[in-house]
T-cell receptor, first 112, second 110 residues
Framework: EAGVTQFPSHSVIEKGQTVTLRCDPI?????LYWYRRVMGKEIKFLLH????????ESGMPNNRFLAERTGGTYSTLKVQPAELEDSGVYFC??????????FGPGTRLLVL | KNEVEQSPQNLTAQEGEFITINCSYS?????LHWLQQHPGGGIVSLFM???GKKKHGRLIATINIQEKHSSLHITASHPRDSAVYIC????????????FGKGTHLIIQP
């Protein structure tokens, strides 16, 4: 069974540019989460989808971040415009239940 | 607000030693995840437990619900166990997502 995949694995962009991260959950998992770790800090929750609906987006830092999950399959997280403090590792996780989560390898984002 | 506290933050040990990493969590957290992240690697879920004890190979995780405390043990540690170990709490209900500890950076020296 394929695990959670994320694309790209690394992204280096300049401040002000736009970046879109993609997460493909494990097939059949309705729950999809986005998390991020910024330098030196613990991993923080961003948002949670159940199928195509946003269950909770209380962790999204500001309106420069937009997450979508059209059709309830893969999800994208767009940062527009990117700022220096957005640099970090963005993780996606999926699960059949809210409790059990399988993590992807992460996307390392560097904003210069 | 859910909180998860891990200790120690850094741990260096010799190959073969018995390793213990501790995690304390706040009221409201009903299940705990232990995760592993190798340098430059993704996050791997080791255990999820809400009571008792789980074992997988040389890894053992225990949780004491009354004391709101969990431990991850590694027996006969090996250099390939070197990684960051993270505990994360699940609270369910209205608070979605996991609450993460800061992680324990473990180095096992040969």
């Amino acid at each position: 069974e394929a695990g959670v995949t994320q694309f790209p694995s690394h992204s280096v962009i300049e401040k002000g540019q736009t970046v879109t991260l993609r997460c493909d959950p494990i097939s059949g998992h309705d729950n999809l989460y986005w998390y991020r770790r910024v330098m030196g800090k613990e991993i923080k929750f961003l948002l949670h989808f159940v199928k195509e609906s946003k269950q909770d987006e209380s962790g999204m830092p500001n309106n420069r971040f937009l997450a979508e999950r059209t059709g309830g399959t893969y999800s994208t997280l767009k940062v527009q415009p990117a700022e220096l403090e957005d640099s970090g590792v963005y993780f996606c996780a999926s699960g059949l239940t809210e409790e059990t989560q399988y993590f992807g390898p992460g996307t390392r984002l560097l904003v210069l | 607000k859910n909180e998860v506290e891990q200790s120690p933050q850094n741990l260096t040990a010799q190959e073969g030693e018995f390793i213990t990493i501790n995690c304390s969590y706040s009221v409201g957290i009903s299940a705990l995840h232990w995760l592993q992240q190798h340098p430059g690697g993704g996050i791997v879920s080791l255990f999820m437990l809400s009571s008792g004890k789980k074992k997988h190979g040389r890894l053992i995780a225990t949780i004491n619900i009354q004391e709101k405390h969990s431990s991850l043990h590694i027996t006969a540690s090996h250099p390939r166990d070197s990684a960051v170990y993270i505990c994360a709490g699940y609270s369910g209900g209205g608070a979605d997502g996991l609450t993460f500890g800061k992680g324990t950076h473990l180095i096992i020296q040969p």
